[in-house]
Structures are given as C-alpha cells and as structure tokens.
C-alpha cells in the first residue's frame, strides 16, 4: 500500500527531530519577524530560535 504524503512527510520530520509549532501573532508583530527575518537574511525559524537564546542568556545575567 503507497503511504500518503501526510504520512511520507510524518517520517521524515520525525526522523530529522522537528515538529510544526504554530502561534496566534498579532499582525504587526508577524510583519516585525518577517522584516528582521529579511533584513538579516535568516529563516523566520532560526530568527525565532536565537532571539529565545538570546532572551534566555540575557534574563540569567539579570
């Protein structure tokens, strides 16, 4: 039986360790991540990722 592309799509993010995260944004901040995200010539996804680092890093040397 052919697996669907659902499933083919299920395996292969579950082999490479990543999963969808959504979140309900205000629109003006969505279009601040996609500007910055332009502007540094990053993913939105790695935007996101080492602006939490960084937030983290810095809240421990408060």
Avoid: C, W
């Amino acid at each position: 039986m052919a697996k669907s592309i659902t499933e083919i799509q299920a395996k292969s993010d579950m082999k490479r360790g990543v999963k969808v995260k959504g979140f309900k944004l205000h629109v003006d901040d969505i279009a601040l991540i996609e500007q910055a995200s332009t502007d540094l010539n990053i993913p939105q996804s790695q935007l996101i990722i080492d602006a939490v680092k960084f937030y983290l890093e810095n809240k421990k040397a408060s």
